[in-house]
Nanobody
Framework: QVQLVESGGGLVQPGGSLRLSCAASGFALSWYPMRWYRQAPGKERELVVAISSAGGSPDYADSVKGRFTISRDNAKNTVYLQMNSLKPEDTAVYFC????????WGQGTQVTVSS
């Protein structure tokens, strides 16, 4: 059974950091392109970062460049999103997505940046 499970969200103050995890089961993450999306209340889902299965440079949204970093741990079949210098506008539900086309989706994890 293919499954993606996100974790690591929470409440953080502006300027703080969080690391999101996306653990896969039922398939090898390393074989597929991976993406993190986010959706804020009342807004459309936004692509945060994408990375190909072959590696290479990730493609970050301009709004997170220099602050967010995606990484893979193939041994743990997990992808991470390190988020630094968080801003209130980063508040959203964050989803991981794997595969081609629509791919597979996790259930999302809430990130709230507020003082």
């Amino acid at each position: 059974q293919v499954q993606l499970v996100e974790s690591g969200g929470g409440l953080v103050q502006p300027g703080g950091s969080l690391r999101l995890s996306c653990a896969a089961s039922g398939f090898a993450l390393s074989w597929y392109p991976m993406r993190w999306y986010r959706q804020a209340p009342g807004k459309e889902r936004e692509l945060v970062v994408a990375i190909s299965s072959a590696g290479g440079s990730p493609d970050y949204a301009d709004s997170v460049k220099g602050r967010f970093t995606i990484s893979r741990d193939n041994a743990k079949n997990t992808v991470y999103l390190q988020m630094n210098s968080l801003k209130p506008e980063d508040t959203a539900v964050y989803f991981c997505n794997a595969g081609y086309g629509s791919g597979w989706w996790g259930q999302g994890t809430q990130v709230t940046v507020s003082s």
